[in-house]
């Protein structure tokens, strides 16, 4: 009996060095990149300097005296209108594959512009948006966006609807809804977990895309992680401010996943929708 026990805790510390351990292998990234933002330009490029005098120096030129608000405010826009069409778009043509077996072949072309590498389409992109007028436009950011986004978030909610019983769409439209009602006010809401986690999937590969942002944009239309790179210049990597910037393009990560975390995990653990 002593022996279970014994082996028990023992389990139990080794599981709680291994959590330490993930903690302190995902944090430090961050602790490193938030030290060098505070660290004073003559100690910056030395990562083994750990005791300095800390200066807001950098964060203040980058948010008082740079672009980056900007670029952040563009950013959030092409984001947040990326997921909001990719979710419009998605939903239904997801239904549509789970429902109706809409053919193999549609469900896998779906995918095809997500499996290609982004080098090939650019250039279409390119050419189109240019007859179009949409060069150095966020509009322009967000088609770009859409081809990689929608193909994800449709993929993404196929399963949440097949894990919903069509005996509970059967039973809406015998009390007197349409199929679009059913959809709508039934189904929809049965795979919250689903469009959660699909939203924030698709946020994260929106805000993050330098590829489509780098070539599309320019000075007006910069997003952020464009602007992150314009820290790089011929005369070398001004750090403390690329570490500011850094720093800022996380936090609307960090918000987002924290606010809905809860629906996050069910649908992150898949088979979410339970009756």
Do not use: C
Request: no cysteine; net charge positive.
């Amino acid at each position: 009996m002593t022996n279970t026990v014994g082996q028990s805790r023992l389990a139990s510390l080794a599981v709680a060095l291994l959590v330490a351990l993930a903690i302190v292998i995902v944090l430090f990234p961050f602790l490193w990149i938030f030290l060098a933002s505070i660290k004073p330009a003559s100690v910056v490029a030395l990562p083994d300097v750990w005791t300095f005098s800390p200066t807001a120096k950098n964060w203040n030129d980058v948010l008082l005296g740079s672009d980056v608000p900007k670029n952040i405010l563009n950013s959030l826009i092409v984001s947040v209108v990326t997921v909001s069409v990719a979710l419009f778009t998605g939903a239904p043509a997801a239904y549509s594959f789970s429902r109706y077996k809409t053919g193999a072949g549609f469900r896998f072309t779906i995918l095809a512009a997500e499996m290609m590498p982004p080098a090939i389409l650019i250039l279409p992109l390119f050419l189109i948006l240019y007859q179009l007028g949409l060069i150095d436009s966020l509009m322009g950011v967000i088609l770009a966006h859409l081809t990689f986004v929608v193909p994800v978030v449709t993929w993404f909610l196929i399963g949440f609807f097949d894990d919903v019983p069509r005996e509970l769409e059967d039973q809406a439209m015998i009390d007197g809804y349409t199929r679009f009602q059913a959809f709508y006010k039934v189904i929809l809401p049965a795979i919250r977990p689903g469009i959660a986690a699909a939203a924030v999937f698709g946020f994260v590969l929106s805000w993050n895309d330098m590829f489509y942002a780098l070539i599309l944009t320019g000075g007006e239309s910069k997003t952020l992680p464009v602007a992150i790179a314009g820290f790089w210049t011929f005369r070398g990597i001004d750090m403390g401010k690329m570490a500011v910037a850094i720093l800022i393009a996380v936090v609307p990560i960090l918000i987002v996943s924290f606010f809905i975390q809860k629906h996050l995990v069910r649908g992150l653990g898949g088979g979410a929708v339970k009756f």
